[in-house]
């Protein structure tokens, strides 16, 4: 067994290696990824092994990598393209939705995209406008994308594996100010859960909390506060926000009966939104309470000195918890 120490960040990175050392047809794209290594250093010592012509650094143009990612796609290869920041996904946004979401259908099946497109996602990390966003829910509701989000370096690396060894367009949504958090990684033995499926991570009988990505630090913490006081949550990772996975978080829900579900991004419209209405569909007279969520509010998000007071945090969570527990 390989199990070494990595933070998430560097595990995506022994990802990316291992799947272009074991296909040729694995290639990298995007703005500063190759002698740069990237701006978070993901893709750093990947252009010195494998050279220009699969670490590609392109121009600032969105729209244009996936694209040409897409072209790439249909005739053998398998490209993995990076968007620097979050904000910066929404000039592809054509491309992604009509293009990479849809050609599988559009062909009726003889033509696959399996590419992965890599944004570095949420807030907490201080930047300026347009680097800090959370697009999983305009992404969930087009068909025909699959959507990763990781929140451990074990499943950074794996995640990254998988997503660039599957015959269908995956996102990877990756916890960018989690980037450093460390982790054991076993790159030998695949793991037991795959990859479109949730995982409890502690369980609990008092509500169940379903968080992914960067919201996975925050809500352990709060089931840790919460056990202090004699409340035992069950937290679940969704891991794979297309699909979910309902039938964990039903038989979940079934045992604890409450619900609270976690986010960075605006709870108006939210993938937290759906996932309450299914919940409340297939588990209603299992619930003791209406499922509440947290995240982020219906507002830009705000200046680097205000994000605090944006993002969920502990006393929300706990707030939720408490408004649960109510009923």
């Known amino acids: 067994m390989t199990t070494s120490t990595l933070p998430i960040a560097k595990a995506i990175t022994a990802g990316l290696r291992d799947a272009m050392r074991a296909d040729d047809s694995v290639l990298l794209m995007g703005e500063d990824i190759g002698v740069l290594g990237g701006v978070f ?21 969105e729209a244009g990598i996936v694209g040409t990612a897409v072209g ?6 398998r490209p993995v393209v990076e968007i620097q920041f979050d904000g910066f996904v929404y000039p592809a ?30 807030g907490g990390i201080g930047a300026v406008e347009h680097h800090s966003e959370s697009p999983e829910a305009y992404f969930a509701h087009t068909a025909g994308l699959r959507i990763l989000a990781p929140a451990t370096a074990q499943d950074a690396y794996w995640m990254t594996r998988q997503a ?6 995956v996102i990877l949504l990756e916890p960018k100010r989690r980037y450093w ?41 709060a089931a840790q506060a919460a056990a202090e006081e004699g409340v035992e949550l069950e937290v679940i990772d969704a891991r794979s926000l297309a699909p979910v996975d309902y039938p964990t978080l039903f038989a979940s829900v079934r045992r ?5 579900i976690v986010h960075e991004a605006p709870v108006l419209g939210g993938l937290g939104g759906e996932i309450a209405a299914r919940v409340s569909e ?17 507002l830009p998000y ?26």
């Not at 250093?41 to 143009?61: I, N, S």
């Not at 790439?72 to 290869?77: D, T, W």
Request: aromatic share 6%.
């Open 41 to 61: 250093r993901v893709t750093d010592g990947l252009h010195a092994e494998f050279g220009a012509q699969r670490v590609v650094d392109t121009p600032l143009a």
């Open 72 to 77: 790439l796609a249909v005739r053998g290869y």
């Open 93 to 122: 946004f054509n491309q992604i939705t009509t293009q990479v979401a849809k050609m599988h259908n559009r062909t009726g099946g003889h033509l696959h995209v399996p590419m992965v497109i890599r944004i570095p996602h949420g």
């Open 164 to 169: 660039i060894e599957c015959e269908d367009p």
């Open 181 to 221: 958090i460390k982790g054991d990684v076993d790159t030998d033995a695949h793991p037991a859960v795959g990859p479109w499926q949730a995982q409890v991570v502690r369980p609990g009988t008092d509500a169940t909390v379903l968080a992914w990505g960067p919201s996975m630090p925050l809500v352990l913490e």
């Open 256 to 260: 604890t009966g409450r619900v609270l």
């Open 282 to 298: 297939e588990c209603f007279y299992h619930l003791e309470a209406p499922v509440l969520r947290v995240g982020g509010y219906h």
């Open 302 to 327: 705000p200046p680097a000195r205000m994000e605090h007071a944006y993002l969920p945090d502990l006393d929300r969570v706990l707030d939720g918890v408490d408004r649960l527990l109510q009923h």
